[in-house]
């Protein structure tokens, strides 16, 4: 980890900055469309969810569902942002396949959420990322083009479901800051229940402005959006290939072309889709089909009063509260399934050994079988109890951890697993005393090295008094008896 | 008993079910002395001798004549329009009926679902006869630019019914239907009326909801009724109103007893005469007809105001940015991937968008598309669309100002009488000019009424207009019920095309 900020293109006479600004497309969990009944539940049949309303025909009218409302709303308050009282649903028009109506209902001039902001935790500090809006718009179909070799067939479940644009400011100076601003905006609407952050099914993608300048430039370079990335990864990756590609024609004496690209994951490249002057002119006017969205104030402060407590408030209690470091804090509550659990394990265990064994062992086994914690095969009990088991000293943490592997294998109660293995610490003084007299016995020569001097061999003895009490001697009692028959 | 039965029967007959308006339809049906069946087959019978006047695009007999031999088995008359077999705009989107709104780009569509505002008129227990002949998406003031052909005026072969609701208003005054439905954007269900001597009534907008409805310019379409006269048209508004939380600009208010409420009630009333309305070059007749409206109620003890409504002159030019930039955006649905026509032609996806699009839409249609993706695009938009919309307001608040003071408003429905098939076709800008006394009320979202009040010298009818504030739809219908009993209209068919 570097202390620094220190993300530039470095060439041989220059040092550029990457200005970065994202426009993230998150879906919002809703049972139903933006302006339809139909379902949103993904992975069904080809135009199985599909309304008379999701495929434009005549005469069919859209009705806004509140609930979508009410998520963008939450979203908006999570991002600190002001929420717009009157916002308006505009039409983007264009013709595609997968677009029924010719139009997408966007929000254009006013949207329903203005400016706001988001901290991330970069190990150089904090870092504040401006939010420009957030407003409500609808999917569009699918086309699938790989089917046939002579048609393209369109799936129009997709049609008309509630995406959020969340539209940051250039605020962003690296793939790193990227990475965790993408995430960060996953926890939020992920602990708020307005977005699943799915990437894989397409739940959060996002559109990546890319510019460079001279460091120290007060101006911005020309930019290049790149289209519908679809994972932290690609957006990563694009950002680099992209500054790349401009600072080599900057630096050969070209210009920048203000365009759209596309990032090809497979040559790591971006390419131009489209020029500015070859752009859509989508012709936004208000739909008129929809009166202008007016919420009141109260509605907006009863969501307010309902908010779950956020990331950034939960890390802040957490390090206060249970003296966990940030670093510790941020993992901890990076889900909030995470912080419930976490939270619920040392309801009645040690925190300081609860939290490692959360981050450290339990994680391991999360990551190794691609487990969410709410599917962790050792639950939020069962950890507590093993954690109080080497509290009380029943148990040795080397113990602990074959217990544990145990506890993943079977599901089983730490407690069921040390009985009917037999793996209860050692703690009797006269066993003891004798497993350790028996040791030093065998090892004549190796107290009289000791004596003399070689005091290293003492964490021999306690190896072999472990050994010979298969592990579960309590290692402070071998420690106390031990030193008391080494003076002798 | 029985012998007396047959002999009313044929009274009803000798009456003519022609002449009388569909509130008296009702009470025949309610006492029973003519069942729906009866009442289905004679319009059936009309629709199929009224083809010359190509009103309908589809009819649905089959249905028809089982609803009613339904309706005659129950005999529920609880509902507003029991048995009432009623033809509609094929705008309204018809549960496995073909709805074409006049496209060749949804010829063959058959929607699985039913616009709200004819599931209303079903549930009051009225029956579906077919589908009504109307300006392509509903984009014209003539039914000429029908992929399905003109409309023929009953009034006289040759002659423009009006549009867009063009098949509605012919089949209304042919009797092929008792009463109609229409859409109205910008004077789509009061020019007709006007041009045909009868009735028809532009609700405040989401008074009848927009779901179902092929969409046309959504910020200004509102459904409403077309009938022989305004009792009949306070019933048919009763009956299809109504708040909808399908359609997000629908307003949530309870429902109004239009029909029992009516009265023809004027004294004491305020009346604006807005000076904005006396355009250039308006014929002497519409002149004389607006005067006769005003003598008519000054008699009938209604107070006159002048009143100006100084932004009128940019309605027009408003309104042909307002409406065709959302009509560019309402119609790029039409794109032959999921329903409606597509081209064979095209090699790649934006070929065959462009074929399926130059084939599918008239000119009409495409011209407005094009003006409307030019005052929305970049560059553009803030001196056409953001400029219309700022204008518009400023006509809204003139008959916010106008509305402190007086109750309704009284205009000429129409510049002009009805006009020759062909006469107007090639001259968008004068066909467009039909449209300015009716235009301001939809950029307002306001109510209005057009009633026939008169004649001009070739004996085509003229229409006066009711203007009112958002909601009052019942002091526009009192108002115009009660100058309907003084005018007095009357208008003979020889029913030239049986």
């Known amino acids: 980890m570097k202390d620094k900020f220190d993300y530039f293109i470095k060439t041989e006479n220059n040092k550029w900055e990457v200005i970065i600004g994202l426009e993230v497309h998150a879906q919002v969990t809703s049972k139903s469309k933006l302006f339809s009944s139909s379902s949103t539940k993904f992975g069904e049949k080809p135009n199985t969810q599909v309304s008379l309303v999701d495929s434009a025909f005549p005469g069919m009218l859209p009705v806004i569902n509140k609930f979508c409302i009410e998520q963008a709303v939450k979203t908006g308050l999570g991002l600190n942002a002001k929420i717009n009282l009157r916002s308006i649903f505009d039409r983007k028009n264009y013709f595609y396949a997968d677009l029924p109506a010719g139009y997408q209902i966007s929000q254009y001039k006013n949207p329903i959420v203005g400016e706001g902001s988001v901290t991330l935790d970069m190990p150089y500090g904090t870092k504040k990322v401006g939010i420009e809006r957030l407003h409500l718009e609808q999917d569009a179909g699918k086309s699938i083009h790989d089917l046939s070799p002579d048609n393209t067939f369109v799936d129009l479940n997709r049609s008309g479901v509630a995406l959020m644009e969340i539209v940051s400011k250039p605020d962003l100076r690296s793939p790193d800051e990227v990475n965790s601003y993408v995430k960060k905006l996953r926890t939020i609407m992920r602990y708020l229940g307005t977005c699943d952050g799915n990437m894989q099914e397409g739940s959060l993608r996002a559109d990546v402005n890319v510019s460079v300048r001279k460091e120290g430039e007060k101006a911005f370079g020309t930019r290049c959006e790149i289209k519908n990335v679809n994972s932290i990864k690609f957006m990563e990756m694009a950002i680099e290939s992209e500054a790349k590609r401009q600072v080599e024609l900057l630096e050969s004496g070209k210009k920048i072309i203000q365009e759209t690209r596309l990032f090809d994951t497979k040559k790591n490249e971006t390419r131009s889709m489209r020029s500015k002057e070859e752009a859509h002119d989508y012709r936004y006017f208000p739909d008129p089909d929809l009166l202008p969205l007016e919420i009141k104030q109260s509605f907006v402060d009863d969501l307010k009063n309902k908010l779950p407590e956020l990331p950034d408030k939960k890390k802040e209690r957490f390090i206060n509260k249970f003296k966990l470091t940030p670093y510790e804090a941020n993992v901890l509550i990076s889900e909030n399934n995470i912080s419930e659990y976490f939270e619920e394990v040392i309801k009645t265990a040690d925190i300081k050994l609860a939290k490692n064994w959360i981050i450290v062992e339990l994680f391991a086994v999360l990551n190794d079988k691609n487990l969410d914690i709410k599917d962790s095969p050792v639950s939020s009990k069962n950890l507590a109890n093993l954690v109080n088991s080497i509290s009380s000293g029943e148990i040795s943490g080397k113990i602990a951890k074959k217990v544990f592997e145990l506890m993943v294998q079977s599901g089983d109660e730490p407690s069921k697993i040390i009985q009917d293995k037999g793996l209860q610490q050692q703690s009797d003084p006269k066993k003891l005393q004798k497993i350790v007299q028996k040791v030093l016995e065998k090892n004549l020569d190796k107290i009289t090295q000791y004596k003399a001097g070689k005091e290293k061999l003492y964490g021999f003895f306690v190896g072999e008094v472990m050994k010979a009490s298969s592990g579960k001697a309590n290692p402070k009692l071998v420690n106390d008896i031990l030193k008391k028959e080494l003076k002798k | ?498």
């Open chain 2, 1 to 498: 008993m029985r012998t007396f039965l047959l002999y009313q029967r044929l009274l009803i007959k000798m009456n003519d079910l022609n002449n009388i308006s569909l509130s008296e339809i009702i009470k025949l049906v309610k006492s029973k002395k003519i069942s729906s069946l009866e009442l289905a087959n004679h319009f059936i019978n009309n629709i199929k001798k009224g083809k010359k006047l190509n009103s309908f695009i589809t009819t649905c007999f089959d249905q028809t004549i089982n609803d009613s031999k339904n309706f005659d088995k129950k005999q529920n008359f609880d509902g507003l329009l029991p048995g009432i077999p009623i033809a509609v705009k094929d705008l309204f989107c018809t549960k496995n009926i073909k709805t074409t709104a006049g496209s060749k780009i949804l010829e063959n569509f058959v929607p699985t679902y039913e616009s709200t505002v004819t599931s209303n008129l079903w549930k009051e227990g009225a029956i579906l006869l077919g589908k009504l002949n109307c300006d392509e998406f509903a984009m014209g003031s003539s039914n000429e630019t029908s992929f399905f052909g003109n409309v023929l005026n009953p009034l006289e072969n040759n002659l423009v019914p009006g549009g867009s609701s063009g098949g509605s208003a012919t089949a209304l005054t042919a009797s092929l239907t008792p009463a109609t439905i229409g859409t109205d954007t910008g004077g789509s269900i009061r020019q007709p009326a006007s041009f045909t001597g009868t009735v028809g009534l532009k609700p405040t907008y989401g008074l009848c909801s927009r779901w179902g409805i092929v969409a046309f310019a959504s910020s200004l379409d509102q459904a409403g009724p077309m009938t022989k006269n305004v009792e009949d048209c306070a019933l048919m508004l009763e009956a299809m109103s109504g708040y909808d939380k399908k359609d997000s600009t629908s307003i949530n208010r309870k429902k109004e007893n239009y029909s029992k409420n009516l009265k023809r009630s004027i004294k004491g009333i305020k009346i604006g005469i807005p000076k904005e309305y006396r355009v250039d070059n308006m014929p002497k007749e519409i002149e004389q007809l607006w005067k006769n409206g005003i003598d008519i109620l000054k008699k009938s003890g209604a107070k006159i105001i002048d009143i100006s409504l100084p932004h009128t002159k940019y309605a027009l030019p408003t309104y042909y940015i307002v409406a065709p930039a959302e009509a560019s955006s309402n119609l790029a649905r039409y794109d032959g991937i999921k329903y409606g026509y597509r081209s064979k032609k095209g090699n790649n996806l934006i070929e065959m968008y462009e074929h399926t699009r130059a084939e599918g839409f008239g000119d009409e249609v495409k011209r407005r598309v094009l003006i409307g993706t030019y005052v929305l695009s970049s560059g553009y938009y803030d001196a056409y669309y953001l400029k219309a919309q700022k204008v518009r307001k400023l006509i809204k608040g003139d008959f916010d100002n106008s509305f402190k003071e007086i109750d309704a408003i009284l205009t000429p429905s129409t510049p002009s009488s009805a006009f020759k098939i062909g006469e107007k076709a090639n001259d968008p800008i004068s066909m467009y000019l039909n449209d300015i006394f009716t235009v301001p009320v939809n950029l307002a979202g306001l109510p209005a009424i057009s009633i026939p009040a008169g004649k001009d010298h070739k004996g085509y009818p003229l229409g006066l207009q009711l203007i009112s504030k958002e909601l009052e739809e019942q002091k526009i219908l009192n108002i115009a019920f009660a100058m309907e009993k003084e005018i007095d209209f009357k208008q003979t068919l020889n029913r030239w095309w049986e």
